[in-house]
């Protein structure tokens, strides 16, 4: 009933930027918190940043300074900006979202199903 659809990725040269973008579809009443997650090979899944539905955003250390996640709530879409990209954040990033179907339920949690982001030279 909810898709999370990514865009963005690609391959990209160190220090370069991408900007991802993940646009929910579907019978959506409202969203909190959205987020991008990544994962490498051989690596667990881990948080790179999350935003409430008023704004408030928290990121990872390892990312801090370099990525920025924003958010469009008329368009029910999150954003990452990746600048001063290293080759350590190569990794499948995923959309992930907390969204209500209506009134009635709680949220459930989504996932999109990744996008590709290679940093190589």
């Known amino acids: 009933q909810v898709q999370l659809v990514e865009s963005g990725g690609g391959l990209v040269q160190p220090g370069g930027s991408l900007r991802l973008s993940c646009a929910a579809s579907g019978s959506i009443f409202s969203i909190n918190a959205m987020a991008w997650y990544r994962q490498a090979p051989g690596k667990e899944r881990e948080l790179v940043a999350s935003i409430s539905s008023g704004g408030i955003t928290n990121s990872a250390d390892s990312v801090k300074g370099r990525f920025t996640i924003s958010r469009d709530n008329d368009r029910n879409t999150v954003y990452l900006q990746m600048n001063s990209l290293k080759p350590e954040d190569t990794a499948v990033y995923y959309c992930?979202?907390?969204?209500?179907?209506?009134?009635?339920?709680?949220?459930?949690?989504?996932w999109g199903q990744g996008t590709q982001v290679t940093v190589s030279s």
């Open positions: 992930n979202a907390d969204v209500r179907i209506n009134y009635l339920l709680r949220a459930r949690n989504y």
